[in-house]
């Protein structure tokens, strides 16, 4: 049935938590140091002053380019409620609202983003077990939202963080900007993304399904494995020719050191059509996640819960103007698909599937970065 506090984008807009309006400053300390931003939020470390306890407050402004977006912000923190029992998906502490923020009180994954690993130098850099172990545990975490009906559509390493980077700790999802349920088929106008990450079915607007998911973990996977970002051209032309063509380097210099069941894993995920994409599920068991020298049990996403009760919760800041970050904005329209492998196109999807991407002229209009 569909979610009728959902509108006819997928977002949802009935929250538990309590706003909290009294100011934000009273109950935490903020540490100064900027724990990252992206292109609507600012990302500080803060105390929380009764319990001494470290957190991560999101500052992210209510207008954007003029307009009010509260209720972009309310489907992020929906979803996070809607995940609260999902161990890999960072967990929300409060909210707190002031005249232009809305501040999302955040458990601090302090590792960091896995992308200062992913480009690490050697000593610093994953190995593959590693990999293996973090991939199990970005898959389970999606594994749980995808059963839940939720597509996070941004999953890339800058919003993949892990609780602490030495020792290499667990991971946590972060950033649910876009991320939109997926129940019913509906539209989405607006997809914001960097270019190396998007899936073919973004740039020629076609169906989202919880497979487009699924393409971002392939280049997630490569990027870990390789410290090279698979699609990256020269310039952002070349990189959607690149994904468009699903040109990809699988040579055995590009995987030095790297075993062939790690390029077959990738090689399930980055496939141009969704419908042959593996899985969250399928993905778990892969070859690749239950080899013998895994010396991890495997957990098995569906043994984890679904849905549950969010915590109610209670508040102001200092309001802050990230700078703009170099990302990609995607307007259009999109229909999302509430299962993977059944993907219709919709009646107002553009489809361009025989020309690659760079010699539509039309569609360039539509990419403002
Ligand atoms: P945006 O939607 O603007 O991209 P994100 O939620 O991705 O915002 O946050 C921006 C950056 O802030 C992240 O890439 C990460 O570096 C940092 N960050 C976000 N949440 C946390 C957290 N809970 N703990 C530590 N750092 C965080
Ligand atoms: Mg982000």
Redesign the pocket.
């Known amino acids: 049935m569909p979610d009728p506090m959902m509108n006819k984008n997928g977002m949802v807009s009935n929250i538990h938590t309590r706003i909290r309006t009294d100011p934000f400053t009273s109950n935490y300390e903020l540490l100064g140091r900027e ?7 600012v ?1 500080k470390k803060c105390v929380e002053k009764a319990t001494g306890k470290e957190h ?1 407050a ?1 500052f992210l402004r209510k207008r954007r380019k003029g307009e009010d977006c509260r209720l972009d912000i309310l489907n992020e923190i929906a979803v996070l409620e809607s995940a609260k029992v999902n161990p890999y998906v ?1 967990a929300l502490h409060e909210v707190y609202e002031t005249n232009s923020d809305i501040i999302l009180v ?5 590792g ?2 896995i992308f200062n690993q992913c480009v690490a130098d050697n000593d610093e850099a994953f190995t593959e077990k590693d990999v293996i172990r973090l991939t199990r545990q970005i898959l389970t975490g999606v594994a749980c939202l995808h059963r839940n009906n939720v597509v996070h559509l941004d999953l890339k390493p ?2 993949i ?1 892990l609780t602490s980077a030495t020792p290499l700790g667990d991971i ?1 999802i ?2 649910f ?1 876009l991320s939109r349920r997926m129940d019913s088929v509906t539209e989405v106008r607006e997809i914001l993304g960097t270019p190396e990450y998007v899936a073919p079915e973004i740039l020629n607007y076609e169906p989202i399904s919880t497979a487009t998911d699924m393409w971002s973990i392939g280049v997630l996977t490569y990027v870990m494995l390789t410290g090279e970002s698979p699609f990256l051209g020269d310039s952002k032309q070349e990189t959607f020719l690149n994904i468009s063509q699903v040109n990809v380097d699988y040579s055995q210099d590009a995987f030095e050191g790297v075993s062939s069941l790690a390029v077959d894993f990738i090689k399930t995920l980055l496939l141009k059509n969704p419908r042959k994409r593996a899985t969250a599920e399928e993905c778990l068991n892969h070859p690749w996640l239950n080899g013998p020298t895994d010396p991890y049990p495997h957990l098995l996403a569906s043994s984890l819960p679904s849905l549950d009760e969010p915590e109610t919760s209670l508040s102001e800041s200092e309001p802050e103007s ?1 700078a703009p970050s170099p990302e990609l904005e995607i307007m259009g329209s999109y229909i999302t698909c509430p299962v993977q492998g059944d993907l219709k196109t919709g009646r107002n999807a553009f489809s361009f599937p025989s020309e690659p991407f760079p010699t539509r002229p039309e569609i360039q209009q539509e990419l403002i970065c």
């Open positions: 724990l990252g931003r992206g292109k609507f939020a990302v991560a999101k960072v955040l458990e601090c994954a302090a960091g983003e800058q919003n963080l946590r972060v950033d900007g990230p």
